[in-house]
């Protein structure tokens, strides 16, 4: 079975950037989609960004242009880039293979103004 670890989240500064790891155990992980997702105090959660098992990606609206989703299969991570954050980007963030039941434990970004 799949397990996902969340890495990277921490405290920044409004216009500042994080990088978040979501790294993989078990075989398999070059055949699955993964997503980011966040979710935000008294929010539901939301699609960030995704990426397929060739390589093309989506964004929410509202992370087009700031954020980007890349992959190592070599090393059984998906990552997300954050750049210019914005306190409205203050969430936990979550790793997710696919559609499936299989997330991590989120790690926790806050973006002071």
């Known amino acids: 079975q799949v397990q996902l670890v969340e890495s990277g989240g921490g405290l920044v500064q409004a216009g500042g950037s994080l990088r978040l790891s979501c790294a993989a155990s078990g075989s398999g992980f070059s055949s699955f989609a993964m997503g980011w997702y966040r979710q935000a105090p008294g929010k539901q959660r939301e699609l960030v960004a995704s990426i397929n098992i060739g390589g093309s990606t989506g964004y929410a609206d509202s992370v087009k242009g700031r954020f980007t989703i890349s992959r190592d299969n070599a090393k059984n991570t998906v990552y997300l880039q954050m750049n210019k954050l914005k306190p409205e980007d203050t969430a936990v963030y979550y790793c997710?293979?696919?559609?499936?039941?299989?997330w991590g434990q989120g790690t926790q970004v806050t973006v002071s103004s």
């Open positions: 997710r293979v696919g559609r499936s039941a299989t």
